[in-house]
């Protein structure tokens, strides 16, 4: 029974060393544990005191962009009327000339049939042949 005894007490002493080896290296990872809770809370702090304010800017810098956006939106739209006017103003121009160039051609011709009559030799009286003419008798006078 002496021998039981001794493996017991044994046993208890192992147990004890070995808690207490447990003991020795948990120390330091607590200390490393409460460190890092103290790092969190510094960051949980600095990050409620500063994200509320980044949070506004990002929101405001969005409303911004949509604004931008929808300026930018209105722009290409007058932009693709003022192309659209600009279109049916070169078309119109381009009418414009078609009709112009017609009625100078027009024009033209006229000058030139009017400057080859003018310049054309009057035409000949038409002749009738000898015996189909008769003089026309003098008007009488009177005595």
């Not at 493996?7 to 290296?25: D, F, P, R, Y």
């Not at 607590?30 to 600095?46: M, N, P, Y």
């Not at 003022?82 to 279109?87: A, G, R, S, T």
Request: avoid cysteine; glycine fraction near 4%; hydrophobic fraction near 45%.
């Amino acid at each position: 029974m002496a021998e039981a005894v001794f493996i017991l007490g044994l046993s208890l002493l192992l147990v004890a060393v070995s808690l207490t080896a447990v003991l020795v290296a948990l120390i330091p990872a607590v200390q490393e544990i409460a460190r890092a809770a103290r790092s969190i809370d510094k960051l949980a702090e600095t990050l409620s005191r500063d994200l509320p304010p980044t949070l506004d800017a990002i929101r405001l810098t969005g409303m911004e962009i949509s604004d931008l956006t929808d300026d930018v939106s209105q722009g290409v739209q007058n932009a693709s009327r003022l192309v659209e006017q600009v279109n049916q103003g070169v078309q119109s121009t381009q009418q414009t000339l078609r009709r112009t160039q017609i009625s100078t051609r027009s024009v033209w011709v006229g000058m030139k049939a009017a400057w080859k009559a003018w310049r054309q030799p009057p035409p000949r009286p038409h002749r009738l042949p000898p015996e189909r003419q008769s003089l026309p008798e003098p008007p009488a006078q009177a005595e």
